[in-house]
């Protein structure tokens, strides 16, 4: 992740792409496995929904570390030959990653794994989530004396461990763990070990598997873990470091639970894959149950003809909502999967052009027909603006749309940069008003409540501040045990 610094945006053409949902990452980490880096690969392969930036992995021979990172999908950064190279290099165990950064940190120095050499020896890093207090330790290192090569947040992680506070400790890694504060599920590779640790708040995923042969496997989503043929065997918990080694598993707290751990929601709205389990609840059926709740709070007019789901996000929730209120389920939007990103296209011509590439409409289910569209959520309103459009100019009599998730009227400091507060588009506005700007008959968005009853921790358990504005953390002002303290400043010295 990136710290926050100000650098240019990239925008995109007007399709939901990963641009819209900035920021979700994903880690990997096999132990004891000769072939780890083709684990590796196929994990990160099974993760890619979770960041199509760069992709990188890191392998251990049992005394030396070697990474590949490279810019692009899973498979651009590595063809046979380069994961033939890292895999011959590996053998003991390897950690991988996936990345999609905010704009501007998409840069080659920031792909992960992150390999660096410090007074410990050797370690690389791959982290999913976003540390609040990272500009602050990065400038208290700075001032120090030390040298960045990245914009990345983990590496303020990395310069943490090799500080000599933290090499004094009897727990290196404990100690280091204790000052970070925000949303990090991180996998460090050792020579001789993985360690994989999770915030005591929990926001980002992080589960154990297990293989037929008894090697344990870290992932970012289980998911990972069905395609390489291991048994979920359990999430690693807020505040725990798991120790993954030739001694097998081991486990040690480095902070208490959360009182309130602060599951990202999100993750089960759009995040995250439908054949996860995440937070130990199934997405595709969580997806569901949000569908029928919404169907339940605001119903579809009796003159509907079809409930259609926004591809592909909004499908499940889309199933849900007909299967609720027995309307028929038509496809009626079909998404070409061999377009990669769009950018900014000069013209308006070209940026209608690149919408109507990626999602082909079926002119039959949509002209003079009443649509009852259901999306997962929407974020800046230009992306959902323009597949209105399409379907107005495809013909479409009425459209009634439904969003399977509250109004996003925040930022999110913890893992997902949506965007600016200013850029939200149900900042400021009433749901009519933003109905009026999509230019559609009806919309209703599900409520807080309705969500969060689709889920199955207590509600209080999940980080719902994107929508509510409750941040469990004060992004402005990090407070409390984990950051750092005027007598601990000498760390940095
Ligand atoms: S603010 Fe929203 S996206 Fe961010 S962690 Fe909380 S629920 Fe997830």
């Known amino acids: 992740m990136d710290c926050r610094i100000a650098l240019p945006v990239i925008q995109d053409a007007g399709i939901r792409t990963p641009a819209d949902h900035k920021e979700k990452c994903a880690v990997f980490g096999v132990w004891g496995d000769a072939h780890g880096a083709r684990l590796a690969y196929l994990g990160l392969y099974a993760q890619q929904h979770r960041g199509q930036e760069s992709s990188g992995i890191a392998v251990s021979d049992g ?3 070697h990474a590949h990172t490279g810019m692009g999908l899973v498979p651009e950064v590595f063809d046979a030959e380069t994961l033939e190279k890292i895999d011959v290099k590996g053998g003991r165990g390897a ?10 940190g998409s840069v080659s120095c920031n792909a992960q794994p992150l390999l660096e050499s410090y007074i410990g020896g050797q370690v690389a890093v791959s982290h999913n989530g976003n540390l609040i207090n990272c500009t602050a330790l990065r400038r208290r290192f700075e001032e120090a004396g030390h040298l960045f090569h990245t914009t990345s947040d983990t590496e303020v992680i ?5 500080s000599p506070a933290q090499q004094k400790s009897p727990d290196p890694l404990m100690a280091t763990l204790r000052h970070l504060q925000g949303a990090f599920s991180l996998v460090f590779l050792f020579p ?3 360690e994989a640790a999770r915030d005591p708040w929990g926001w980002r995923p992080l589960s154990i598997g297990r293989l037929p042969r008894g090697q344990f496997v870290v992932a970012s ?9 291991a048994r979920f065997v359990r999430d690693v918990l807020p505040g725990e470091i798991v120790t993954i080694s030739d001694r097998g598993l081991e486990s040690r707290r480095f902070a208490e639970v959360a009182e309130r751990t602060a599951l990202c929601a999100f993750e089960h709205v759009y995040f995250a894959h439908p054949a996860s389990n995440v937070f130990g609840q199934n997405v595709e059926l969580a997806r569901e149950k949000m569908g029928e709740a919404l169907s339940r709070e605001a119903p579809p007019p009796k003159s509907v003809d079809f409930i259609v789901p926004m591809p592909d996000s909004g499908r499940s929730a889309a199933l ?9 389920y038509r496809e009626a939007i079909v998404p070409n999967r061999y377009v990669g990103r769009t950018f900014i296209k000069p013209t308006q011509t070209e940026r209608t052009a690149a919408v109507r590439l990626k999602l082909n409409i079926i002119d039959e289910l949509v002209r003079g027909k009443r649509l009852l569209i259901v999306d997962d959520s929407i974020v800046r309103g230009t992306t959902t603006k323009a597949k209105m459009d399409q379907l107005r100019a495809a013909g479409a009599k009425e459209i009634h749309l ?3 998730c509250p109004p996003i009227r925040n930022p999110c400091y913890f893992g997902v940069d949506f965007a600016e507060r200013s850029q939200l588009i149900a900042t400021g506005k009433t749901v009519d008003q933003i109905r009026e700007y999509l230019g559609v008959d009806s919309l209703h968005y599900l409520s807080l409540e309705g969500l969060l009853s689709c889920m199955n921790e207590p509600a209080r358990n999940y980080c719902t501040a994107c929508w509510s504005g409750e941040y469990r953390l004060d992004p402005d002002h990090p407070e409390g045990e984990y950051v750092i303290e005027p007598e601990q400043m000498k760390m940095f010295g």
């Open 402 to 404: 439904r969003i399977s």
């Open 320 to 328: 849900g909502f007909a299967r609720a209120c027995g309307v028929q």
């Open 158 to 162: 990395v310069h943490l461990l090799a």
């Open 95 to 104: 950690i991988g990653h996936n990345r999609y950064s905010t704009a501007g």
């Open 192 to 194: 001789d070990r993985i």
């Open 63 to 65: 005394a030396v570390l």
């Open 221 to 229: 989503e289980t998911v990972a873990l069905d395609v390489i043929g």
